[in-house]
């Protein structure tokens, strides 16, 4: 039984370039979240997807936006990036909303 | 606003040290609880979590966890530590009412053998 899988593992881009990252969740989990971990933070929530809908939001600005497919994986898309941006982008999933989250591998996002 | 605030950011302690890391937070609703653990090279995995029931919850490897409600803490401990222990450790809550999953800052732990 594969866990949460994330793609791709590492990626560079420029400022001001788009990104998407991809997110598979843990088979029989229909609920995806997506955090952004800073070097020697914690990770903080952007997001969360359930049913293709966005059902939850933390702070982060309208150039991260989400989707979800019938299948429950996931994308994140960041737009007009930032090299605050550069971070650690974890994806997680779980059963319901309050439940237990899996968390995968992370996408390593550096901007320049 | 829900927020996770961990006491030490880093622990240093010797093989078959005792460890109390400390966690609180502040939300006054109805909250679960989760210490999640990162080794070296490794994801986020579960060490333990509270969702109701006994205050007094154990996970993998010898952890266990004290909720206290009165003091909005969840404290994470192990009587004796081994060098294979090293990793950060987060403390995460999650309150019903928001279903927002919120992380502490993260506690680094080294063992030295």
């Known amino acids: 039984d594969a866990g949460v899988t994330q793609s791709p593992t590492h990626l560079i881009k420029t400022r001001g370039q788009q990104v998407t990252l991809r997110c598979s969740p843990k088979?029989?989990?229909?609920?995806v979240s997506w955090y952004q971990q800073a070097l020697g933070q914690g990770p903080q929530f952007i997001f969360q997807?359930?049913?293709?809908?966005?059902?939850q939001r933390g702070n982060f600005p309208d150039r991260f936006s989400g989707h979800q497919f019938p299948n429950y994986s996931s994308e994140l898309n960041v737009n007009a990036l930032l090299l605050g941006d550069s971070a650690l982008y974890l994806c997680?999933?779980?059963?319901?909303?309050?439940?237990?989250?899996?968390f995968g591998p992370g996408t390593r996002l550096t901007v320049l | 606003a829900q927020s996770v605030s961990q006491h030490n950011h880093h622990v240093i302690l010797s093989e078959a040290a005792s460890l109390e890391l400390g966690c609180n937070y502040s939300?006054?609703?109805?909250?679960?609880l989760f210490w999640y653990v990162q080794y070296p090279g490794q994801h986020l995995q579960l060490l333990l979590k509270?969702?109701?029931?006994?205050?007094l919850v154990k996970g993998i490897k010898g952890f266990e966890a004290e909720f206290i409600k009165s003091k909005f803490s969840f404290n994470l401990r192990k009587p004796s530590v081994q060098w294979s222990d090293t990793a950060e450790y987060f403390c995460?809550?999650?309150?019903?009412?928001?279903?927002?999953?919120?992380f502490g800052q993260g506690t680094i732990l080294t063992v030295h053998p």
């Open positions: 997807y359930y049913e293709e809908e966005e059902r």
């Open positions: 997680a999933s779980s059963e319901t909303e309050g439940n237990e989250q899996f």
């Open positions: 509270y969702f109701s029931g006994d205050p």
């Open positions: 939300y006054g609703g109805t909250v679960n």
């Open positions: 995460a809550v999650i309150s019903l009412e928001y279903g927002k999953l919120t």
């Open positions: 088979s029989g989990h229909d609920t």
